[in-house]
């Protein structure tokens, strides 16, 4: 078992043996011919080897090149190459042509690469050495930031502040049903649109990117703290599903001014604020004074207040 094994390896080794004798061979009698080169160069390297769009790319720019070397000359004998000959031809690339900088530098990197390549196999059919080396590629511009305009923006969140009725139920059931109970509109059960609205503001508010947006955690959150403020208790879920169930109270500190507090669950019985009963509906309240029944003294809000507020 183990001759046989040896046996493949050396037949594998003999065959490519003959087959690098064989491309040597196909080298050697290629004429002086930038045309013969070029095909050569194609056929062994990249034809097959490569995607079918960068082979074509590979072949517009080397045959760019051909033509470019012919009209200047009048031959195309690949011995005569010289560097400036590489350098005119970006120029004209670049100012006759009119292409794009990143254009220009992928046309000279196939024609580094092929004449890298003959170079290798035939060291001395270039006169001066590799035309290519020492040449530099162009600069490019300076990358523009892609960001929203103004107008764009406000688009987006005019689009988030209408979710929730893109994802309203329109049947015929629904619509019958909101009518009869005069109730509130109903959304699709896989819809998320306050979620969806929030996850939009937010990356607009911070710019954070998409991985670090999937990573976030409610614990590094913290609602109304500035970077310059001394940092206050992160957001935990327990304290979100509280402050729903709250209910919510509307103060006046001036007569065009409102304030509004959280009552916790414990303040929405007959010993919370008036008018804060099982409904736990809003009502407004003076800064100063509780309105109380006629007869008896009005306390200060501070005092009628739960503890911790």
Not at 39 to 65: K, N, W
Not at 195 to 209: K, Q
Not at 231 to 242: D, H, I, N, Q
């Amino acid at each position: 078992m183990a001759h046989a094994h040896n046996s493949i390896t050396h037949l594998d080794q003999f065959v490519a043996q003959k087959e690098r004798w064989a491309i040597k061979q196909l080298i050697a009698e290629l004429p002086d011919s930038l045309v013969a080169w070029i095909e050569c160069y194609l056929d062994l390297v990249v034809v097959g080897a490569r995607p079918d769009q960068v082979t074509r790319s590979i072949v517009l720019h080397l045959g760019r090149f051909a033509d470019f070397f012919e009209a200047r000359y009048g031959h195309e004998r690949i011995s005569t190459v010289l560097k400036r000959d590489v350098e005119a031809w970006i120029t004209l690339l670049s100012d006759g042509m009119a292409l794009a900088p990143a254009t220009v530098n992928s046309h000279l990197a196939s024609l580094s690469k092929f004449c890298s390549w003959v170079d290798a196999r035939h060291s001395d059919l270039f006169a001066c050495g590799n035309p290519t080396s020492g040449v530099r590629e162009l600069p490019l511009p300076a990358l523009e930031p892609q960001a929203l305009s103004p107008a764009q923006v406000l688009l987006l969140k005019s689009v988030c502040d209408r979710l929730p009725r893109f994802h309203e139920r329109k049947g015929r059931r629904d619509l019958a049903r909101r009518r009869a109970t005069q109730g509130a509109p109903t959304v699709h059960r896989h819809a998320r649109p306050y979620r969806d609205r929030a996850i939009v503001y937010l990356l607009l508010a911070t710019g954070l990117r998409r991985e670090e947006l999937v990573s976030l955690n409610l614990d590094q959150v913290v609602l109304g703290a500035r970077s310059d403020a001394p940092s206050k208790k992160p957001v935990t879920a327990e304290a979100l599903r509280g402050a729903q169930r709250s209910a919510r109270a509307g103060t006046w500190e001036k007569p065009h001014a409102a304030q509004r507090i959280r009552l916790s669950g414990g303040a929405r019985g007959t010993g919370g604020l008036p008018g804060t009963g099982a409904a736990g509906r809003c009502r407004r309240v003076s800064r100063s004074r509780i309105p109380l029944p006629a007869g008896r003294e009005c306390a200060p809000l501070e005092n009628s207040l739960p503890r911790g507020m």
